[in-house]
């Protein structure tokens, strides 16, 4: 499977970068495309300070957008967005395909005080779901937002899916490199499947200090090795995955076979 990652900074109402990196991506080969967090919108601390009106239609160009391109490519694209309904606004990310578009509502958003997603977007606070899982020739995906992959239940939902590729999507700054890469290793690790992390670049200046998008977006192996990732400056990362290394991953490791033969023998125990 030959999937990419577009690290770029926010591109406002543009779609000229898109169209150029998307032909690209296509001509290689690549059958899907991830995006950073806040790439098609600006970043959180600035739709603080827009109208909702703008945030809507800002929203709707992006998404008619990005239908005509995975049309017009034949690709599938993966793109954070900021969508409004009945004047309510809700962070999401979509998938847009040849033939059909979906979404999904990030279920547990950032809620610290210099951060709070969680107060601003209108994201309905129940019991988590599973993640969006979608195949594309034979090839499994599973879509979680960055601040997601933090928490033990989302992984739960997808411990039977099979998924062999988790693509996340995000926003880190600050000091936090190592230990971004520190949680996606064990994550692909644990459960001996790919992740797929795209991370943003640029800045946001604050009153008091500037936010720095640092990049390096990554593709990890299900044995916890980083096959290739990125620096701090625009670039399109095309990469290959292969569903034969992630069954080989778990025959090796038996983490998944562990937990299933416990889970047997429990329920057999229960007849």
Known sequence: ?????????????????????????????????????????P???ELEQMSVSMIKEQALHQIKILKELSLTYSITIIAPLVIVK????????????????????????????????????????APLLSPMVF??????????????????????KLRNKNIDCLLVPSVSTFESYERWKALILTRAFTHNIYILRA?????????????????????????????NHLGNTEELMIVDMSHTDVVRARRTWGFKEAISKRALKLTKKDL
């Open 1 to 41: 499977m030959r999937a990419a990652v577009l690290q770029l900074n926010a591109q406002g109402m543009s779609s000229t970068k898109l169209y150029n990196y998307i032909r690209v991506a296509s001509k290689k080969g690549v059958k899907v495309l991830l995006l950073g967090e806040y790439v098609l919108n």
């Open 43 to 45: 970043f959180f601390k």
């Open 86 to 125: 009945k004047d309510k606004i809700y962070k999401c990310i979509a998938k847009f395909s040849p033939t059909s578009a979906s979404y999904y509502n990030q279920q547990i958003l950032i809620n610290y005080a210099h951060w709070n997603e969680d107060k601003f977007f209108a994201n309905e606070l």
């Open 135 to 156: 195949k594309i020739d034979g090839f499994k995906f599973a879509v979680m937002n960055g601040f997601e992959l933090h928490f033990d239940d989302f992984f739960a």
């Open 199 to 227: 991370n943003r670049i640029g800045e946001y200046q604050d009153k008091e200090f500037v936010w720095k998008f640092y990049g390096d977006s990554i593709l990890a192996s299900p044995n916890a090795e980083i096959l």
